[in-house]
């Protein structure tokens, strides 16, 4: 099982608070998949103002949290570490469905499989599930770019 921690995740992802997503890896495929976790709480700076009256984590963070995920997956399956002056953006979205409000409290088991890369851009299918149902669902394009 190739896991990683919070400091493992430090050096594949130039993420940090508020907007790392990633809590943990538990395990991972170079060049298939990868299945990480968020933990969602009532202390994310988002959930003052989406909703106050019922906090919801906006969609557009899962999507985040599903590309921060393809990330990594795609640095451990090129067999790169970032580097100053590269990294991973997302370029494309295809097929995004949100089927359940994620809330406080709730453990995001987000899963992502490689799905093919021509050059520097890669297609990943990703999944975001709470208590075994999908909440989440998306095809993430990424694309590996260097700043001069």
Known sequence: ???????????????????????RVLDYTVGDTLTAIKNVTYNEPFFQGHFPHRPVMPGVLLIEAMAQATGILAFKTGQAQPEDNSLYY??????????????????????????RRKRDLWKFSATIKVEEHVVASAEILCMKKHDS
């Open 90 to 115: 997302l370029v494309g979205i295809n097929k995004a469905r949100f089927k359940s409000p994620v809330e406080p409290g709730d453990q995001l088991l987000i899963e992502v499989t490689f799905l």
């Open 1 to 23: 099982m190739n896991s990683m921690d919070i400091h493992q995740i430090f050096q594949h992802l130039h993420h940090r608070y508020p907007f790392l997503l990633i809590d």
